[in-house]
Nanobody, 124 residues
Framework: VQLQASGGGLVQAGGSLRLSCAAS????????MGWFRQAPGREREFVAA????????SYDVSVKGRFTISRDLAENTAYLQMNFLRPEDTAVYYC??????????????????WGQGTQVTVSS
């Protein structure tokens, strides 16, 4: 199983980025996919998740209304569209896969597979 995260970069406050998480060795139609982030000196924190059916999503309150999680089964790729970015969104962003199909989990320890992370830096 491999999750390849990409799309990070440097952007000014108020700007947008779209992160991608290309999966191999597993099918997104069978996994809940999540995005987490980790800033220096802080714990890895939940950002968003999309259910294995694709019909449900969950967001941390800090990003709700600004970020959108989605997926493309044909590409077997999950996405995180990030709009109205703020300096406090600066972190390494990770995608993760959870094999369980009931509910959403916000604990990083609950996820089975992880991507390598992509850096997002928002300047003020």
């Amino acid at each position: 199983v491999q999750l390849q995260a990409s799309g990070g970069g440097l952007v000014q406050a108020g700007g947008s980025l779209r992160l991608s998480c290309a999966a191999s060795g597993l099918s997104l139609s069978s996994y809940t996919m999540g995005w987490f982030r980790q800033a220096p000196g802080r714990e890895r924190e939940f950002v968003a998740a999309i259910s294995w059916t694709g019909s449900s999503t969950s967001y941390d309150v800090s990003v709700k209304g600004r970020f959108t999680i989605s997926r493309d089964l044909a590409e077997n790729t999950a996405y995180l569209q990030m709009n109205f970015l703020r300096p406090e969104d600066t972190a390494v962003y990770y995608c993760a896969a959870d094999h369980r199909r009931s509910g959403f989990r916000v604990s990083a320890g609950s996820y089975d597979h992880w991507g390598q992370g992509t850096q997002v830096t928002v300047s003020s």
